[in-house]
């Protein structure tokens, strides 16, 4: 379908060199998988979305809980989910640079650790 609308733009007289030069450039990092405990891992989500809705992460714009908990900085975003068919959480991130995609990264990390640092009730 993407080659086709492309071919469409195209024969319309639509310059796509400088469509995609104009195009924001975002630093996406590859998926993290997380080894964790297969019981644990829905818990794990649950406690660290809380976290977030308490204000542990500074910077936040918006939270989205559908399937993990996707956190948009308005320069980046951070994804953590739990694996449905493995035991781990996978992450991923994206922001306006590799610098802050990498910090979006340490925030996340940071907080998840001390999550699952906690005692088990």
């Given at each position: 379908?993407?080659f086709?609308?492309?071919?469409?733009?195209?024969?319309?007289?639509?310059?796509?060199?400088?469509?995609?030069?104009?195009?924001?450039?975002?630093?996406?990092?590859?998926?993290?998988?997380?080894?964790?405990?297969?019981?644990?891992?829905f818990?794990?989500?649950?406690?660290?979305?809380k976290?977030?809705?308490?204000?542990?992460?500074?910077?936040?714009?918006?939270?989205?809980?559908?399937?993990?908990a996707?956190?948009?900085?308005?320069?980046?975003?951070?994804?953590?989910?739990?694996?449905?068919?493995?035991?781990?959480?996978?992450?991923?991130?994206?922001?306006?640079?590799?610098?802050?995609?990498?910090e979006?990264?340490?925030?996340?990390?940071?907080?998840?650790?001390?999550?699952?640092?906690?005692?088990k009730?």
């Open positions: 379908y993407a086709l609308r492309a071919l469409e733009l195209v024969y319309k007289g639509f310059d796509l060199e400088s469509m995609i030069k104009a195009l924001p450039k975002l630093y996406t990092t590859p998926e993290i998988k997380i080894p964790v405990n297969e019981e644990e891992k818990k794990l989500v649950e406690e660290f979305q976290e977030i809705e308490k204000g542990a992460l500074k910077g936040v714009k918006s939270l989205c809980e559908i399937d993990g996707r956190i948009d900085f308005g320069d980046g975003w951070a994804l953590l989910r739990a694996s449905n068919t493995s035991p781990y959480l996978i992450t991923r991130f994206e922001a306006t640079s590799l610098e802050r995609a990498k979006l990264e340490s925030m996340v990390f940071a907080l998840f650790d001390d999550i699952k640092a906690r005692p009730n």
